[in-house]
């Protein structure tokens, strides 16, 4: 008994330094990305000097991977999800190529920028889902919650040190430079992937068999899969609702930032407030075990609510600093027990569509967010904290008065609200239902040791 155990472990650290891998990989192509991302949106506000400039960036960069999820989700579950990942770094890297391309033939206007983004996220599409299904082949359900928190930390990275370092990078080289360097994470990562995938022939054979179902009914199969549990359909509904509030602030923030100061302290404030995120990350991955996850969802749920309600509540950049930090320690807690929840109680097979639907519906919510985004703080808060606007001379004691101030008021509208949703999670009893459902986690043991007599891990 005691030699099985000690082979068991010994299998299951071999996976994990596999896992580590394509982990790192994925850190620093997030890294790649974070710059990206934050060079495009800070560089749309620059030239136009507004909110719905910098919000139609983000919103061509998440479209068409919200659109074409569930379908990545089902090719995650019928092909090798390494190769899919492969696939998903080298379109997404085209994609930001095709965006340097149009920069250096005609870099007047924001129109070079829409088509490359939609590109590159037209490839998210199908990495995404692998990836996070991939989790489920390497490791066992006792490590699924340290991989959690490396999963949220590679999830940081964007945020982490990729604003602080664009911010700086955005005043000494041309924006093309930073693209190409992109453009070589993605490649960088995608190379580990073909590592890694070659040394696992033997589970990428036994991956391969059995497909012979239609795309369609694969792709019902995972809907039902959601539908069936309410628990998890009732989590994923109340998570859209946030990621709408959460959505205003990813693409409102910038401008809001940008309205009393420059891009490098913009990028350095988000950095900072990324550490947050950072702590919380490792803490989860070291320390990671069996809990009440749907307890913690709802207090981590709560203090998000709380802090982001505070998030730049005076146009300085200490009430960003502050309580962005804080916000971004609440998340990975938030993050993790969503995916622990849903993930032991979805069988392996399924994970890559039912992962891919539930971040279609779950994601529905930001989508929303980004396409009135930037409406709502130009057109209509935005105006009422301006001198002689609506709210000024009230609310505007509060949240002050100029530029910016009326996105305030949003966060903070939109944390109370948070903070009602995250009692809604707590008090539902299908949801609480799914912390003690451990028919998966059987499964997941009897097939781990399975592969393991098989020699496929």
Not at 282 to 300: D, E, M, N, T, W
Request: with cysteine; charged share 15%; proline share 3%.
């Amino acid at each position: 008994m005691t030699e099985k155990n000690s082979t068991q472990k010994q299998q299951q650290k071999r996976l994990f330094s596999r896992f580590l891998v394509i982990w790192s990989g994925e850190f620093l192509s997030g890294i790649g990305t974070g710059l990206t991302a934050f060079t495009l949106a800070a560089y749309a506000f620059r030239e136009t000097g507004l909110a719905t400039s910098a919000a139609m960036i983000v919103l061509f960069t998440f479209l068409p991977a919200f659109l074409l999820r569930p379908v990545g989700g089902v090719l995650a579950d019928r092909m090798d999800r390494r190769l899919l990942m492969i696939f998903g770094n080298l379109g997404s890297a085209l994609g930001i190529a095709l965006i340097l391309v149009l920069m250096t033939v005609n870099n007047h206007g924001l129109w070079v920028i829409y088509p490359g983004a939609a590109l590159s996220s037209v490839f998210v599409a199908f990495h995404n889902p692998a990836y996070k299904a991939s989790v489920s082949d390497f490791l066992p359900r006792e490590l699924y919650e340290k991989a959690s928190g490396l999963l949220q930390l590679s999830g940081a990275a964007p945020l982490l040190l990729a604003p602080f370092i664009a911010g700086f990078l955005m005043s000494l080289i041309d924006i093309r430079f930073i693209l190409l360097i992109d453009i070589l994470t993605f490649l960088f990562s995608a190379v580990l992937i073909l590592f890694i995938r070659r040394a696992m022939k033997e589970n990428i054979k036994e991956k391969s068999e059995g497909k012979e179902s239609h795309f369609i009914e694969e792709m019902a199969e995972g809907f039902k899969t959601i539908v069936e549990n309410r628990g998890i359909l009732i989590l994923t509904s109340v998570i859209s609702l946030i990621l709408f509030y959460v959505g205003l602030l990813q693409a409102l923030l910038a401008p809001m930032v940008l309205s009393f100061t420059d891009t490098a302290a913009l990028g350095a404030a988000q950095s900072f407030c990324a550490i947050g995120m950072l702590i919380s990350s490792l803490i989860i991955g070291a320390f990671g075990k069996k809990r009440k996850h749907v307890l913690v969802l709802s207090i981590a749920l709560g203090l998000m609510g709380l802090f982001f309600s505070f998030i730049g509540i005076r146009g300085n950049i200490r009430m960003i600093i502050i309580p962005g930090f804080l916000f971004f320690f609440t998340l990975p807690f938030t993050n993790s027990s969503i995916e622990v929840l849903i993930r032991q109680n979805i069988s392996n097979e399924k994970q890559g569509r039912a992962w891919s639907l539930i971040s279609f519906i779950t994601y529905f919510g930001a989508i929303l967010a980004y396409a009135i985004a930037g409406f709502l703080a130009d057109n209509i808060f935005n105006p009422l904290f301006m001198p002689g606007g609506a709210l000024a001379v009230s609310l505007g004691h509060v949240f002050g008065v100029g530029p910016g101030r009326g996105v305030a008021f949003i966060f903070f509208i939109s944390g109370i609200i948070v903070i009602f949703l995250s009692i809604i999670i707590y008090r539902s009893k299908s949801i609480r239902q799914l912390d003690l459902n451990r028919e998966p986690e059987r499964l997941s043991k009897e097939r781990f040791t399975h592969k393991i007599r098989q020699g496929a891990v």
